[in-house]
């Protein structure tokens, strides 16, 4: 600010070196300066202006080679210097070699997000790719104009990894926001691979028992311990996802007025990424039930049922937010926890939250009475997913038996 007009210090002498400026180049539209203070006080000037007449289109952001301190007639020179340079290697300076173009198509695509009406869990993992790719871009001197930066992105995550499908999706939209529209279509050699087979492989269940056991003689230190380890118990025993856990009937009810036994049904609401539906969670873990105890396990910590989804209705965004915080501090107290530093990581990845589940889908694979139908059912998934997931399973290799027992 000026102490005489209370404006920003570089509304007048730039504002007024800025009208001229348009008179001299008319074809950059809203061309404006703009003064910059580095942080060791250095005074930048930075040169904008927009691709239609209308203010729409992208805006382009030049970093000048002159500093505030210079001439008037030096800044003129350097603007002509600038405008020259982009014009000449167009191509690759689409967006502007500052990454404050970055910035812009950013506040456009979180904007985008926000109107999506994606779920609050959706939305916020969306975000976090999309500040991802926009910090790798401007680490690794990557435009969001660029196809071929783009594709450096994508492929810096593996193939198989979920990491890989946030990261074209992530791709796509900086892409399709910075140049208006244009798809960015990776192509198969950069498409997420479905995993081989082999996912989630057993694990031995009095390994697991032992570290949620052991997450039960923490319980009383805290109520964030005590929600770690009730959370971690029914997951382990159901196979369900957290959230799955955190819009069920017990944290909606009275301790004991919800039956909890092996093979017993308690509702919940399975709310993944679109998703709005009933389920269930099923008991099919006696011996950890028997451990924990019913009683225990009847009774989830006030923590938990303030941040809990509905069962019987489809969440709100507040209600989502409030269960998906919950979510990531059980998570960071396990984590932290059971850190490497105390030595405990190899129990911290027992009991994962998706280990639990890849070990309670095994266990009820081996169960031949039940169909894949059913076992989708009990997990909230598909048959086709659980072919894919598991298909080194035995029960997927019947034709193997026939051909060792009659060829």
């Known amino acids: 600010m000026t102490d005489t007009t209370g404006q920003r210090r570089n509304s007048a002498r730039l504002k007024q070196l800025s009208q001229y400026l348009r ?44 500093s505030y301190e210079d001439t008037d007639l030096a800044i003129s020179r350097a603007i002509d210097q600038a405008l020259a340079d982009f014009d000449s290697n167009i191509s690759r300076n689409a967006g502007g070699p500052v990454g404050s173009s970055l910035g812009i198509h950013l506040r456009h695509a979180l904007s985008r997000i926000e109107t999506d009406g994606n779920s609050e869990k959706h939305a916020a993992r969306r975000v976090k790719w999309l500040k991802g790719c926009v910090q790798w871009l401007s680490e690794n001197n990557g435009r969001a104009t660029s196809r071929e930066d783009l594709l450096r992105w994508i492929a810096s995550w593996p193939a198989e990894a979920r990491s890989r499908r ?39 269940p009095d390994e697991v028992q032992r570290v949620i056991l052991k997450l039960w003689d923490r319980a009383e230190t805290s109520e964030l311990a005590h929600a770690a380890a009730w959370l971690t118990s029914w997951v382990a025993l159901t196979g369900a996802r957290g959230a799955m856990v955190m819009a069920s009937q017990l944290l909606w009810t009275s301790p004991g007025s919800v039956e909890v036994a092996v093979g017993g049904y308690v509702e919940c609401r399975d709310s993944k990424r679109g998703r709005n539906r009933q389920a269930q969670l099923c008991p099919s873990w006696r011996e950890l039930l028997e451990a924990v105890g019913i009683e225990k396990l009847s009774t989830p910590p006030q923590r938990l049922r303030d941040a809990a989804s509905p069962w019987d209705e489809k969440p709100n965004q507040d209600q989502q937010r409030r269960t998906e915080q919950e979510l990531n501090a059980i998570h960071g107290w396990i984590w932290r926890e059971f850190s490497e530093d105390h030595g405990l990581k190899a129990d911290r990845d027992l009991i994962g939250l998706r280990t639990l589940r890849h070990n309670a889908a095994r266990r009820l694979l ?42």
């Open 366 to 407: 081996e169960v031949k009475q039940l169909d894949l139908l059913q076992i989708a059912g009990l997990l909230s998934t598909s048959e086709d997913m659980l072919r894919k997931t598991y298909s080194d399973h035995h029960r997927f290799r019947s034709n193997e038996i026939i051909r060792e027992v009659f060829g």
């Open 166 to 204: 946030d990261a074209i999706s992530a791709a796509c939209l900086i892409f399709g926001i910075a140049t208006d529209g244009k798809q960015l279509n990776p192509g198969k050699e950069f498409a997420y691979q479905e995993p081989q087979a082999g996912q989630g492989r057993p694990i031995d």
């Open 23 to 66: 008179t001299v180049h008319p074809e950059r539209h809203g061309l404006s300066l703009r003064r910059k203070t580095r942080p060791n006080g250095q005074d930048l000037v930075y040169l904008s202006f927009r691709t239609r007449p209308d203010g729409g289109g992208d805006q382009k952001w030049l970093k000048l080679t002159a």
